[in-house]
């Protein structure tokens, strides 16, 4: 049996990640989090004893201790936001000898987490960061269409979400740079931009339609240049399932940019609670798109637009799809390559949407 503990497994992800792993023959799952009594809880909406739950701290010192007592040959880390985490739990799973997983769409922690390269290696583990929608499911997106381009030029992302609100952490990861400059690639030159600024209208395919988006701090921003060197642009936006919403949080992000406010992360919990309360008035169908240009194998100007579209609120899982993939992956005795990195070329578009099979997730191939 191969042990799978999910730090924070009765959060937003991880109770969706806990569901996903739950039924797999091969996996001893173990749901973990500060509070055990809500390990308990979440346990038992999975029909596990209340073995499976486990009282542990993301921040205790002796957490790679409580690792090796628990036999855990996979954590899988949900507990955010990333951007204001540093190592400590990934070092801790490298100090124990076991493989870590997480879900950061953090930039800077994502494309730092290299610097444990050497240490994984020397221990025989893996160390995954980034197992989401970026950079995970969009780098597998670019990998599947760029053997089409004889040169790719120009990466453009970007997501709409339905009604569901996400979690805390998230929210309070993505109002932490609303506002804040942000450094992207165009047209060859870096430059400058701010959190949900740069307002943008994009029509999804049907039926979610048109969406306003604004511009975010992601990973790939980062990261593509590197992976694609031809690359001149990458550039990824977001926005909400209400209109009213995203202009209430971009006129915000605004004064943040003026110096009139110094952060939204004092407004995460109240517009989140807002946000739960007007769900029933809002469409609950999101979507992803990854727009690819350059020129074809015949030397003629390329574009591939590829779409995901999600209903009946099930968008929130989609972030979920890729540690459950790679932990099965782990779990069966794949061999996946030790070291740390971040999660690109691990897999396929297929092999990330495979968990999320039973839900309203509909892949529009480009």
């Not at 749901?31 to 999975?46: D, F, H, M, N, P």
């Not at 989401?132 to 381009?149: I, Q």
Request: net charge positive.
């Amino acid at each position: 049996m191969h042990t799978v503990l999910i730090l924070g497994g009765y959060g937003f992800f991880g109770q969706r990640i806990a569901a996903g792993l739950a039924s797999d023959p091969a996996i001893r799952l173990l749901i973990g989090g500060r509070t055990l009594e809500k390990a308990k809880s979440a346990c038992g909406a999975l029909n596990l004893g209340v073995e499976n739950a486990v009282q542990i701290d993301a921040n205790h010192p002796a957490l790679s201790t409580s690792l090796e007592a628990l036999n855990v040959d996979t954590i899988i880390h949900t507990a955010g936001p990333f951007q204001s985490q540093d190592y400590r739990v990934a070092k801790s799973a490298i100090a124990a000898g076991c493989n870590y997983i997480d879900l950061a769409d953090s930039r800077n922690f994502v494309a730092g987490i290299q610097t444990l390269n050497d240490a994984a290696k020397d221990r025989g583990v893996c160390v995954i960061s980034g197992a989401s929608s970026v950079p995970s499911l969009s780098s597998a997106v670019v990998d599947r269409y760029r053997t089409k381009f004889s040169r790719l030029d120009e990466i453009r992302i970007g997501i709409g979400s339905g009604a569901r609100a996400p979690g805390l952490a998230t929210v309070n990861g993505v109002f932490g740079y609303c506002g804040k400059p942000i450094q992207r690639l165009e047209n060859g030159q870096w430059t400058e931009t701010h959190g949900w600024l740069d307002l943008k209208r994009y029509r999804f395919a049907d039926p979610v339609g048109m969406r306003l988006l604004g511009s975010c701090d992601v990973p790939d921003l980062e990261l593509f240049p590197k992976r694609y060197p031809s690359v001149r642009t990458v550039t990824f936006h977001a926005g909400f399932a209400s209109s009213l919403g995203h202009l209430f949080v971009w006129m915000l992000s605004g004064l943040v940019r003026l110096g009139v406010l110094n952060s939204l992360t004092p407004w995460a919990r109240p517009l989140q609670r807002l946000s739960q309360w007007m769900e029933p008035l809002v469409s609950d169908k999101g979507a992803m798109f990854v727009e690819l240009e350059g020129l074809g194998l015949d030397g003629q100007m390329l574009m591939k637009r590829w779409n995901l579209v999600a209903s009946q609120n099930h968008g929130p899982f989609i972030p979920c799809g890729a540690s459950i993939a790679l932990a099965k992956k782990l779990a069966a005795g794949s061999q996946l390559p030790h070291g740390a990195m971040p999660c690109m070329g691990l897999l396929s578009v297929e092999e990330y949407l495979e968990p999320l099979r039973s839900l309203d997730v509909r892949e529009i191939p480009a």
